[in-house]
């Protein structure tokens, strides 16, 4: 079958022939053996992009806003959350390689906030005298993983019976990893009456709404808005659903009006 062919070769002696064409092939399976070893070598290597997204019910992700309520009883600028459902938050980490991060952790420290009780799933980790807690901890341990492009649920926060004093209030967040971190973000926290929270609310329909016709996810941040339009229409109607729902669940009942006297 082989009996004549020279590969291209200036020679017609066969085993000068073979000799070459077996070297040739050693020399593409080395080739392919060490390129198949540099992909496993990145792959073991390459290190993960966590960020980390707390999403309060009736905010933006990592844009904490609350109603105030009445005075802490420890200055006049110590002023309660006003208790329900705006305190809730849900805590993930997202994986925004294509890299598993292992052993994630993450440090969450108030900053002119006070009052917190240890979340479920977290520890505490520091504290001031009148403040309390003024930092928690979540630790995933070593055989915890966040595989690539993927996010991961973290135990709930509640800030029942959180106060806020001094002028500015926020939030540390820091993530770390195996080969990866400590990354920190703060968050700035915004306290509003009944009436500016009326106009917050307003404004945040509008907002969502308006990533609805962009494409975006309604955070106006430009990494939303480079995102598909399908995928960020979708979002963005899951977001207004909730905030309806949430906001039919948490409207007053309307008090009745007095009767009208009819003129005769």
């Known amino acids: 079958m082989w009996r004549g062919w020279r590969f291209g070769l200036p020679t017609s002696d066969q085993v000068t022939v073979i000799n070459t064409v077996v070297g040739l092939a050693a020399y593409v399976l080395v080739a392919v053996g060490s390129f198949v070893a540099l992909l496993a070598y990145l792959a073991a290597t390459g290190k993960p992009d966590l960020e980390v997204v707390i999403d309060f019910r009736f905010s933006f992700p990592n844009e904490p806003v609350f109603v105030a309520g009445e005075n802490a009883g420890l200055g006049s600028d110590w002023i309660k959350l006003k208790p329900f459902r705006q305190n809730e938050a849900t805590v993930r980490i997202d994986n925004n390689s294509s890299y598993a991060a292992r052993n994630p952790g993450v440090r969450i420290e108030l900053r002119g906030l006070g009052g917190l009780h240890t979340p479920s799933g977290w520890v505490a980790v520091a504290h001031a005298n009148q403040v309390g807690i003024t930092v928690i901890q979540w630790d995933g341990g070593a055989d915890f993983l966040i595989h690539g492009r993927w996010p991961r649920m973290l135990p709930m926060l509640n800030f029942d019976g959180v106060f806020a004093f001094g002028s500015t209030s926020e939030l540390v967040v820091t993530v770390a990893a195996d080969g990866f971190g ?69 409207a007053p009942l309307p008090s009745p009006r007095a009767p009208q006297s009819r003129r005769e």
Not at 197 to 222: C, F, L, P, V
Not at 240 to 249: N, Q
Request: glycine share 10%; no cysteine; charged share 35%.
């Open 182 to 250: 400590p990354r920190t973000r703060n968050l700035p926290v915004r306290l509003l009456n009944e009436s500016d929270y009326a106009t917050y609310t307003e404004k945040r329909a509008a907002r969502i709404m308006a990533s609805m016709s962009d494409g975006g996810d309604g955070d106006g941040s430009s990494a939303g808005r480079s995102q598909s339009v399908g995928r960020g229409l979708r979002r963005a109607r899951r977001a207004l659903s909730r905030l309806l729902a949430r906001l039919r669940r948490e």
